[in-house]
């Protein structure tokens, strides 16, 4: 069980200046100032996982660092257990939190759990969430009306309180529940499989002021009913399924208040969606659509039509929509801040270059639109210097037709703004484009190169190999080639394809001063807090002792890198200390001689992938279990050298481990859920 903080801010917040007995910049400390208050702001400066070690001093620390100003949005998630029992107790004495039990079930453990919830924190509760659980009705019907201030309720797959069809069925049950739930915000129902019409009416009854409804992977009769054999609609409630018709009435009821839903992964079709979005009085702000594989670009354009204020819109995975539907969605939602086509297989580069002039796009995910090149981002941010996206996050793995000029071009173009990049994948990246993000991203908080095969040492070390920094034209990719007779003939040229245009903005020469230049290691990325550079196999120690040192880095992913040593795993952990996450898999050079000398530096380590790191014994797990206390995460999978009594021992001695992937003495892999 675990209470979790939210990411510390950047901005450390000053003593109230208002206070007499406060902090003096002319005048230095007030000795009348009380000692906690002095240690809340030494505690300020502190990232989340300092501050619990720093808890631990004594008594007076710990208190300080329950200062609400360090528990903004804490999570406190845990199983159903005894030991729970006392935790939720313990939490009574806080003003707000926020509840994740998992794995409740209808004895009566789990019904006592339930029940100390509402009686120690019902009235300060703001989220919960049951996942993977099977509470019974009655359970939750006796904690529902405790928990009056609710602002978000997660239901998703709990299957065996809508299967019977009796959940609130009893007026005076809803009666209580609507009392207590009056305010609830968020209602999750995803992956629901028994939800219908008359479940569905009685819980949102219940409900009056919803702003967010999720019904992510239900069972929507959109079209026809399948139990009745007629169409959706001529039936007012259906209790074997949930109707488009009864959602469109819900929307209609609380128009004045919803403003986000999710319908992802559902079958709803073109009409069906325009007859969502044509709902009278519904102004929504936030829709999720993905993976609809039916909607076409003609429903994309009528909805953006009616709802011409979505601010947030996800449509990743619907394969029928190309580049119509990103011009209809540029020229009609002037608000945009976010927007996801990822896995959209057919967008080309049609309607980029209107989308990224959007002055209010913040995010922006293109990640496996196979045919994205960036020429024509390349040229809209370029054309409109004044009023244009602001991009703070930028997908494009598995663009394979993104290259180095295109690269180049945007980093210029996005500049200190942008905080998250993914590359992933993007085989024809070079050397050249990791300089350039080195260069112009200095804002970088998240960098992903993994399976861009064409980076080495030199890339990331800011230098230049001379003996192939010539741009060599010949190894360019011009199209098909023929024969030296048929290409004398002169009467045939293959047509050239949308996604074959190369960006404009930067031309060879400009590639060629650039490369001349004196170079800038990735070193220069200061904030970055997750870098993924798997499977970039000509990466060495070379460059990976010298580069990777980045003191607030809390993700780094190393797999698959035959080039690196314990060298490189030792030099992380020596200069990376606040990792929480390192995935070293298929690194065969790594050893029990690089976890001795990293594992002492490595005591916020909460998850550990070392599979098939083959030169790993249970050496290296006695020494995880005395140094890593914190590790949550372990895959050991297809390590030949590692014991079942290891492992054991290893279990035993690390309170917050969940989750190994570990062989067995058969040859088999294993995972295990502690």
């Known amino acids: 069980m675990e209470g979790c903080d939210e990411e510390d801010s950047l901005e450390v917040p000053e003593l109230p200046l208002e206070s007499p007995h406060v902090y003096n910049k002319n005048k230095g400390i007030d000795l009348a100032v009380p000692i906690l208050l002095i240690v809340v702001y030494i505690l300020s400066f502190l990232q989340t996982s300092d501050r619990k070690e720093a808890s631990l001093v004594c008594r ?27 935790l939720v107790r313990s939490l009574g004495r806080r003003s707000r939190c926020s509840l994740i039990i998992s794995q409740l079930d209808g004895f009566s453990l789990s019904r006592s759990l339930l029940l100390e919830v509402g009686l120690c924190v019902g009235s300060k509760l703001d989220s919960l969430a049951l996942p993977g659980s099977s509470v019974t009705e009655a359970s939750l019907l006796a904690l529902l009306p405790r928990l009056t201030s609710l602002r978000r309720l997660d239901l998703r797959g709990l299957d065996s309180l809508f299967m019977s069809g009796a959940f609130l069925s009893r007026k005076e049950h809803r009666q209580q529940v609507k009392s207590a739930l009056s305010s609830l915000e968020e209602l999750d129902l995803s992956d629901l499989r028994y939800l219908s019409d008359l479940t569905f009416n009685r819980l949102t009854s219940c409900t009056p002021r919803l702003r967010r409804l999720s019904l992510a992977g239900c069972h929507i009769a959109f079209e026809f009913d399948p139990y009745r054999g007629c169409p959706v609609g001529t039936v007012e409630v259906s209790s074997a399924l949930l109707s488009l018709r009864n959602l469109r009435k819900l929307l ?77 969605v540029a020229r009609s939602l002037s608000s945009l801040t976010h927007l996801s086509l990822s896995r959209d297989w057919r967008v080309t580069e049609t309607g980029l270059a209107d989308l990224v002039s959007v002055a209010s796009l913040r995010g922006l995910d293109l990640s496996e639109c196979l045919h994205v090149g960036g020429a024509e981002m390349v040229k809209g941010l370029s054309q409109c210097l004044a009023e244009r996206a602001q991009l703070e996050k930028l997908n494009l793995r598995s663009c394979t037709y993104m290259r180095d000029e295109a690269v180049f071009s945007l980093t210029q173009l996005l500049g200190t703004a942008l905080r998250e990049l993914d590359l992933t994948s993007c085989v024809n990246v070079t050397d050249l484009s990791v300089r350039a993000i080195a260069t112009y991203l ?47 003939m002169g009467f045939f040229k293959p047509p050239r394809l949308p996604f074959e245009e190369r960006p404009k903005l930067v031309t060879p020469d400009d590639l ?163």
């Open 60 to 86: 007076s620390w710990y208190i300080a660092s329950q200062d609400l100003c360090f528990q903004k949005n804490a999570i406190f998630c845990f199983p159903a257990s005894a030991s729970s029992l006392e």
């Open 512 to 674: 060629e001063q650039f490369k001349r230049q004196a170079g800038v290691s990735l070193l220069a990325l200061v904030r970055l807090r997750e870098l993924n550079l798997s499977s970039c196999y000509k990466l060495t120690d070379g460059s990976i002792t010298q580069v990777v040192r980045f003191t607030d880095l809390r993700h780094l992913s190393l797999s698959s890198l035959p080039g690196i040593t314990d060298a490189s795993l030792s030099a992380v952990a020596r200069h990376c200390r606040a990792l929480t996450g390192l995935e070293l898999s298929h690194c065969a050079r790594i050893s029990d001689r690089g976890v001795a000398q990293a594992a002492p530096h490595l005591h916020r380590l909460q998850h550990l992938y070392l599979s098939g790191c083959n030169s790993i014994t249970d050496k290296s797990l006695f020494l995880l279990a005395q140094h890593c206390k914190r590790l949550k995460t372990l895959d050991v999978s297809k390590c030949d050298n590692i014991s079942g009594s290891a492992m054991e021992h290893l279990q035993s001695q690390l309170p917050f481990l969940e989750k190994v992937h570990y062989k067995l003495p058969g040859g088999t892999d294993f995972t295990t859920l502690i």
């Open 252 to 328: 209609t009821e609380q128009s004045a208040t919803l403003v986000a839903l999710d319908l992802s992964r559902t079958a709803i079709a073109p009409e069906s969606l325009r007859r969502i979005a044509q709902v009278e009085g519904v102004s929504l702000e936030e829709l999720c659509l993905q993976s609809c594989k039916e909607l076409t670009d003609y429903s994309v354009e009528v909805l953006v039509k009616h709802q011409p204020g979505l601010r947030k819109l996800d449509i990743g995975g619907c394969t029928e929509l190309t580049g119509r539907a990103v011009v209809a």
């Open 442 to 488: 200095r804002g970088l908080v998240v960098l992903r190169l993994g399976w861009c095969k064409e980076v080495t040492d030199w890339g990331l070390l800011g230098m230049v190999e001379t003996s192939t920094c010539e741009l060599d034209e010949e190894k360019e990719d011009k199209g098909p080639r023929f024969t030296r007779t048929f290409g004398n």
